[in-house]
């Protein structure tokens, strides 16, 4: 099966903060909007996240994450479950601090819900900036 991007206009995205409030230009629509000008800021503040909620069962194979060089993490934590089910670690990440699309293969794992935490952040005050956020993989048929 070749793989297909597995957030749609049904996933519910849910992120830890927002700069300043302003969701309107930093808010999590920008993960996913294709635009190079735009992005998702969080505030300041240890672990950063953002949590998936898709409409029903993925198998997750990749992830691909454009970050702003100086605001990047390094070590983004991906853990998943099924409806109902609690968090597991599935892998753990380790980006490099540069604005370049970074492609991670992930251990193939089926869930309803991606959580990726974003730790140990290259900015003083913990701040993260993500251009583009993409999750692959297969959509799968049923619950």
Known sequence: MPLEPLVCPRTATRVSSVLHRDVKHFGKQHLFDGSDE?????DQGT???????????????QLHI???????????????????????KISELYPQDNHTMQRFQVEETVLDKLRITFGSSTDFFGRIVVYHLGVLGERLQGG
Do not use: A, Y
């Not at 735009?38 to 969080?42: F, Q």
């Open 47 to 61: 672990s950063q996240w953002v949590t998936l909620d898709f409409p029903s069962p993925v198998k997750v194979s």
């Open 38 to 42: 735009t992005c998702w800021n969080s």
């Open 66 to 88: 454009q970050f702003q060089g100086g605001f990047s993490s390094r070590l983004c934590t991906l853990e998943g479950c099924r409806t109902g089910e609690e968090l597991v």
